[in-house]
């Protein structure tokens, strides 16, 4: 798995800040078949969570509707400097985990 | 017949025949990328590299330039040094002559030779994530320069050849590639709009593959619309196609990775 990660490297405090978060992943449903007929099994990445200094800020239970390389996009308040970090977790039991450091002024 | 009764006779069939003349080649002042026909989240998801999901190819495509490959034990690296500049315009300029089997070669191709001849590795097989990763890395460097195919002389045959193969009708449907994307570019097909068909977002991540994909995958794509057999991946009309695709392009700015619908 790679993953691009993106947040402001500085904000004021109180500041409202968009984090988003891409994964690549095929995100295979279990419900498809290959060229031979025989059942694909699923494997999705089927949690995310997001920490910031530490405190879970957002988390998401991911379904197999969800398109291969899954995207979001929320929202925080900046309230102080330390690591905001991301972690994937699929059905085979890879994991993924990225983080970027935020300073608060 | 008087002679004003002819006149309009004539003026009628005059009308009559306009929609169906060709269109033929777009002017380059009309020229418009692909881009431009899709709706604005996805031209928004194209622009933003944080939400364009072809970054992670070209995040991967990073890992692997540096990566000793082949019995070689070479990185990309190790001779082309930074991509920022060696590799800049590299895009914009393939399809390109290559000496060494007399015709032209994409990017694509380049790569692989590189990785055959200078690596001593296995050719990556088409379509594979680590071709079109490097592949997506190394047109990324061209980003914003215009589509400039190489004034070689020796290009010209093969460059008419894949113009002959986008005038000629093929399949089922007996449609030409130039019948849409000559002569209807800008009208609609079923629901989706009939852009230009300039390849200069390759390779790109269509929404509908969920995946990143290769200009060839496109052109097979197409090629399945109007029930046509489709040659195999790397055949030389493709390489061809794509030379004479980049000369209708030329002059538009180079977007790789692009993103589709």
């Known amino acids: 798995m790679r993953s691009l990660v993106n947040a402001p490297k500085t904000a004021r405090q109180g500041e409202i800040i968009e984090i988003k978060a891409m994964v690549a992943h095929p995100m295979e449903t279990g419900y498809r078949t290959d060229a ?69 002024t | 017949m008087t002679r004003g009764q ?35 989240e996805t031209r928004a998801m194209q622009a933003d590299d944080t939400a364009n999901p072809a970054m992670l ?21 190790d001779c082309h040094g930074d991509t920022a500049e060696s590799m800049r315009g590299v895009a914009a300029r393939h399809p390109a002559f290559d000496e060494a ?15 055959a001849e200078r690596q001593s590795a296995e050719p990556f097989p088409p379509e594979d994530d680590r071709l079109l990763a490097l592949t997506a890395y190394v047109a990324r460097q061209s980003l914003g320069l215009p589509a400039d195919p190489p004034d070689d002389p020796r290009l010209v045959p093969f460059q008419e050849n894949g113009r002959h193969l986008f005038e000629r009708r093929i399949g089922q449907l ?12 800008g009208g609609r097909l079923g629901g989706a709009p009939i852009p230009q068909a ?24 197409c090629m399945t ?27 538009l ?3 790789a990775p692009g993103v589709r619908p």
């Open chain 1, 36 to 104: 031979k007929g025989a059942p694909i099994p699923r494997n999705i990445v089927n949690r995310f969570t997001c920490t910031y200094d530490g405190e879970e800020i957002f988390s998401a239970d991911f379904f197999p509707a969800i398109s291969a390389n899954p995207f979001l996009s929320f929202t925080t308040v900046a309230t102080a400097s330390g690591p905001i970090t991301f972690t994937w977790t699929a059905d085979d039991g890879a994991t993924q985990t990225a983080t970027v450091e935020i300073t608060v």
């Open chain 2, 6 to 40: 002819r006149l309009s006779a004539w003026l009628l069939l005059a009308a009559l025949a306009a929609p169906l003349a060709l269109a033929g080649e777009i002017p380059r002042d009309q020229r418009r990328s692909g881009a431009d026909f899709m709706a604005p």
């Open chain 2, 57 to 77: 190819w070209v995040l991967e495509g990073d890992a692997l330039w540096r990566e000793p490959a082949g019995a070689a034990g070479q990185s990309c690296a």
């Open chain 2, 101 to 115: 089997s007399g015709r032209p070669i994409d990017l694509q191709g380049r790569i692989n030779q590189c990785r």
């Open chain 2, 174 to 185: 007996n449609l030409s590639c130039a019948d849409c994307h000559d002569d209807h570019w």
């Open chain 2, 198 to 221: 300039h390849p200069t977002g390759y390779p790109l991540y269509r929404l509908e593959w969920q995946t990143l994909g290769s200009l060839q995958r496109r052109l097979r794509n």
């Open chain 2, 225 to 251: 619309g109007v029930r046509a057999e489709t040659p195999s991946f790397g055949a030389p009309d493709f390489v061809d196609l794509e030379l004479y695709l980049m000369r209708r392009a030329e002059g």
């Open chain 2, 253 to 255: 700015p180079l977007e």
